[in-house]
């Protein structure tokens, strides 16, 4: 059972709503009751058996479904894409769309999502940017209701948002939106800031697609916001490149194939007791002796590259790239650098699993049809199994998020 400890507990329909979830990563869904009350709503609710998880008001919180269970506020199609089930958690606050939200509601808003968010792993992003604000007290259109970026994405969204749905709330402003996600509370749920974010004017533009990749069975939806940032949810794989030796930590690769991953996951094989470049694409993997095949160096080890290479370093140096192995890094498909404005290549990158998240640099580039690479340190920094040779996480259970054009710590930009 998942109750919220300091909402009054008020069923209506039925506790366990519309049954369990039928998967997806959990999501958090913002409405307005469209009305005056929180009176006024659970009559509506009751009526057409439209339970919300929760409904919230200036003075109190009401759970009417445990939110191990689907709620029934959203349009569900028949053969359509999953919306109440695909783990959405759904809030109603009392008020309207089209006006502004009261602040000691929205203040309560934002204290449940963080139980939300603790409780069900909810990352705190807007996937589909943030929801649109009223235009001269009317829909302003332009809503992003993109099936596969629900089904895969985890995060907060309006109902403006959900596909198969019509309703344009909550139209936060910018400042609403800004806040819900940002703010604290001690254990007492008291506000930590006092004062509400004010962020910048709300952007005319909503976000865009930059491409859909579906590998190993997960659809994952890129998309850029208006501010810049990049974000998807995918599965994680291991990437070993770049795991040198550096600082006396383990080499990938080794050339009695003892690394800590696999010659073959690089491309290379062992004939005749010497390591060659089975496939052509592994000559862009790993240096290269005078023989045009791997190079061995003392102690046995083969040095892989990644697309980051420090500068002042020499190419043919195993200490030129980011290290595997100490260094939390992630790997983009070419259609993130090839359609984003700001530059990739050592930017500031979050990874969040499990309610964890974790800050790394953009190091490596991977092929076109694949998504959702990790480093060996940064999957150790995240719980994930981080061997190259079996580690890793399947499903959608993964969100990154990148920001082209800033540096990540102790990294440059290095334009492609």
Known sequence: MAKCPFAQWKPITNERGCGRYLGGPFKIVHHTTQGDTANSAFTTFAKRGSDPHFTVDAKEIYQHVDTDYGALALKNAKDGVETNRDSAVQIELVGYAERAKDRDALKRVARLCRWIEATHGVPRVWPAGVPRPAKEGKDPGGHIRDAFLWDATGGHYGHSQVPENSHWDPAYTA???????????????????????????????????????????????????????????????IDADGANGQNGAPWAYRADDSGSDALANAGMARIGGKVVCKHAWARSVVLLDVDNEPKVFPGGGIASCTWYRHSGKAKTDPSAYVDSETVAYVV?????????????????????????????????????NKIGELSIAAA????????????????????????????????ELQPA
Not at 382 to 406: A, D, F, Q, T
């Open 380 to 411: 150790r920094q995240l719980g994930i199994p981080s061997s190259p040779r079996s580690g890793g996480v399947s499903g959608p259970n993964v969100h990154y998020e990148l920001w082209p054009g800033i540096p990540a710590e102790g990294f």
């Open 175 to 237: 400042e609403e939106a800004s806040f819900v996600l940002a703010a604290e509370f001690d254990e007492l749920g008291d506000l930590l800031v006092q004062n509400f974010v004010q962020p910048a004017e709300a952007p005319d533009k909503p976000s865009r697609l930059l491409a859909t990749i579906t590998n190993d069975g997960v659809v994952s939806v890129i998309m850029e916001d208006p501010d810049g940032r990049v974000h998807f949810t995918a599965d994680a794989d």
């Open 332 to 368: 983009v498909p070419p259609v993130i650098v090839q359609k984003t404005q700001g530059v990739v290549r050592g930017c500031r990158a979050l990874v969040t699993y499990r309610g964890k998240t974790i800050e790394c640099v953009v190091a490596d580039k991977g092929p076109a």
